[in-house]
């Protein structure tokens, strides 16, 4: 058995940057770029938009705490 040297030259590898020709992806990266953008709004709005309709319903749920709490002093002598 015979070993082969498999070291290459760093001189022979390219030092440039060569597109390649022929593939077949059709997606730019601005478009990608805009598409996160618009996800990462709508994940925003969607969790604040969230918020505030629990926000409504705790706040609806301590005025009928209140309502209650105040019929029940009224009755008390």
């Given at each position: 058995m015979t070993a082969q040297s498999t070291t290459t030259d760093p001189n022979?590898?390219?030092?440039?940057?060569?597109?390649?020709?022929?593939?077949t992806e059709t997606t730019s990266a601005e478009l990608m770029l805009v598409l996160a953008y618009l996800v990462m709004w709508g994940l925003l709005l969607?969790?604040?938009?969230?918020?505030?309709?629990?926000?409504?319903?705790?706040?609806?749920r301590i005025a009928d705490l209140e309502r209650a709490v105040?019929?029940?002093?009224?009755r008390d002598p």
């Open positions: 022979d590898r390219s030092q440039e940057f060569v597109p390649v020709t022929g593939g969607a969790f604040v938009g969230l918020g505030w309709r629990r926000q409504g319903k705790v706040e609806a105040g019929a029940g002093k009224a």
